[in-house]
């Protein structure tokens, strides 16, 4: 996991790979270096350019928005992003018969960056925001989540997720400047 923490620190601008190093808690750039060439194969330079030539421009339409912190209820779905519909469908099934879905955000909750991350590993939870009167969150597969406030990626979408998300995690991700371990 600190690798891929790693992997995401050098895609951003700013960072050398010593600092990135240290931060990552090796005592050494050495060792930073060949643990990293290790998991993916090319050193921290390399992967740093590579990461810079296939960055692209975003067109979707997205903002960054404050939220408050809120209370979700939620199904996990580890896998490639584009194939979370069942997560979706199984979450709607849940919270039709309790009225939410009249009223309540839908959300979309991505864990990992697909780009460092294995996308068969990759992590993310479909949610909805869920009154706090509704009580204990209980359901076959559902987990109660309490998201912090801050600044969060904000897209309108209706529709099947296939083909939505693998255009817009990593921009976003990219644009905002939130890792992971900051959701």
């Not at 490639?80 to 979309?108: K, S, T």
């Not at 925001?129 to 359901?139: A, K, M, N």
């Amino acid at each position: 996991m600190r690798l891929e923490r790693a992997a995401w620190h050098l895609s951003r601008a700013g960072a050398t790979v010593t600092d990135v190093a240290l931060d990552s808690g090796y005592k050494a750039p050495e060792a930073f270096t060949r643990a990293f060439r290790s998991r993916f194969g090319v050193s921290p330079s390399e992967y740093r350019r590579g990461v810079r030539a296939r960055r692209r421009e975003s067109t979707e339409p997205f903002e960054i928005v404050r939220r408050s912190p809120s209370r979700v209820a939620c199904v996990r779905f580890v896998g490639p992003y584009d194939e979370a519909n069942d997560a979706y469908d199984h979450l709607r099934h849940w919270a039709e018969p309790l009225g939410l879905l009249e009223h309540r955000n839908m959300l979309g909750i991505y864990w990992d960056d697909q780009t460092i991350t294995e996308p068969e590993k990759t992590r993310s939870d479909a949610a909805i925001e869920v009154p706090d009167d509704l009580g204990r969150v209980v359901g076959s597969g559902i987990q109660e989540r309490h998201l912090p406030g801050g600044a969060y990626a904000v897209v309108q979408h209706c529709g099947p997720v296939r083909g939505l998300v693998s255009r817009l995690v990593s921009p976003l991700r990219l644009e905002a400047g939130r890792a992971a371990d900051d959701c």
